[in-house]
């Protein structure tokens, strides 16, 4: 069970990552409706730094570098979003097409962390992997 974000195990990994995941979606829907971006804006980026802190115990737990998950879900959710807005803004113009901009990068950037979440959340850790299957249905 969940002792501290600094490692966590598959089953705690699922109970934080489900809800943040589902909030970020209605959070990411209600923007794309009008809904004023003053309060939502911090609000989903405070659920993807806890997402990528989340994943960095899942990633501690499993044994593989902690930085490799945080740093892609933080680099695809709030930096490359800011460099397609800068972009936009910077085309002067071309700003008509952020809308489409935006859509081209979540069709990489929605999938990719999708496959990293699913991944993370399926591979075993360290210490379930050292536990022998029969030990494990008596624990």
Known sequence: MLKSLSQVDRRSFWMWTVPI?????LLSIA??????LRPLGPMDTLLILLLAVALVGRFRDI???????????IATMLVVPFVVL???IASGDKALDLPRLMML?????????FLLLV????V???????????????K
């Open 31 to 36: 923007m794309a409706n009008g809904m004023e």
């Open 119 to 122: 991944v993370a959340g399926c």
């Open 63 to 73: 044994g593989w570098p902690t930085w490799i998950g945080a740093s892609f879900l």
């Open 105 to 113: 990068m979540s069709g990489f950037n929605v999938p990719a962390n």
């Open 86 to 88: 800068f972009y936009a």
């Open 21 to 25: 995941v589902a909030v970020h979606c």
């Open 124 to 138: 075993p850790g360290r210490s379930a992997a050292i536990i022998p299957h029969s030990d494990r249905a008596t």
